[in-house]
């Protein structure tokens, strides 16, 4: 987008607003241009490359590089990010699992040894932590993903 202004002034370079653009001679008319860019994007648009080139031949090469090096260091960290909540997910459903069935062997031990009341406590404890942790876990993920 170019904006183009007409201003009047005089031999020292002061504008005039107020008086005819014929009074004077002295006075001429000098042309204002304004160019104004806009650009979204992780990189600078053709055009400011080509400016920067003019500038020094190698910073469209150094920007490119960063840019490249940026965007592989941001996808490994996401990846590492990923692999990292899958490896604590997996290691937190092997846990759990482990004491609930450790719960649940218990108490079938206990009962089986003539504990009745502690064995059926112990089992009936590990199945009610066991649904709670699903039911609750369950409800978490549906909240965090609205």
């Known amino acids: 987008m170019v904006d183009t202004e007409l201003e009047r002034f005089e031999d020292d370079d002061e504008p005039v607003d107020e008086e005819p653009l014929a009074a004077s001679s002295a006075q001429g008319i000098r042309m204002v241009s304004h160019e104004v860019?806009?650009?979204?994007?992780?990189?600078?648009d053709p055009q400011t490359l080509a400016d920067?080139?003019?500038v020094d031949p190698r910073f469209p090469d150094a920007i490119l590089s960063a840019f490249q090096q940026q965007s592989s260091h941001r996808q490994e960290m996401e990846r590492r990010y990923m692999t990292g909540s899958e490896r604590r997910a997996n290691l937190g459903q092997w846990l759990g699992t482990g004491l609930l069935l450790s719960g649940v062997v218990s108490g079938v031990i206990l009962t089986l040894n003539d504990h009745d009341v502690t064995g059926g406590i112990t089992l009936g404890a590990s199945l009610a932590v066991g649904a709670l942790s699903y039911v609750f876990g369950d409800y978490r993920k549906k909240n965090s993903e609205d």
């Open 37 to 44: 860019r806009a650009y979204s994007g992780p990189l600078p």
């Open 52 to 54: 920067y080139k003019e």
